[in-house]
């Protein structure tokens, strides 16, 4: 079974920071693209940024310059810095992991597409 589990979210007032983690396992960490999505009450799940297996990096445009994606492939750890919080960033936060079925740990022929529980990031205004 494919795991993965966000943890660092909180309450912050706006301009602050928070990290998210993201740590996986059931997988080959390596293999996987992942991402951080983030869900507003209301709203529909929103890509927020994303990092290959090559390490290339995509962000929405309104974090762009504010929020940093990176991964610990040796750890299996992927993390979301975030800065310059805004009250618009509030929502709960996802982790993603893609990757094709040969990564999972597990045998399966399906593509591994797991998502974590999310974390609640609140930022005051």
């Known amino acids: 079974q494919v795991h993965v589990v966000e943890s660092g979210g909180g309450l912050v007032q706006a301009g602050g920071s928070l990290r998210l983690s993201c740590s996986a396992s059931g997988l080959i960490f390596i293999l996987s693209d992942m991402g951080w999505y983030r869900q507003a009450p209301g709203k529909q799940r929103e890509s927020v940024a994303t990092?290959?297996?090559?390490?290339?990096?995509a962000y929405t445009d309104s974090v762009k310059g504010r929020f940093t994606i990176s991964r610990d492939n040796a750890k299996n750890i992927m993390y979301l810095q975030m800065n310059s919080l805004l009250p618009e960033d509030t929502a709960v936060y996802y982790c993603?992991?893609?990757?094709?079925?040969?990564?999972?740990?597990?045998?399966?022929?399906?593509?591994?597409?797991?998502w974590g529980q999310g974390t609640q990031v609140t930022v005051s205004s």
């Open positions: 990092i290959t297996t090559g390490g290339t990096t």
């Open positions: 993603n992991a893609e990757a094709p079925a040969y990564a999972s740990i597990s045998y399966t022929q399906d593509r591994v597409n797991a």
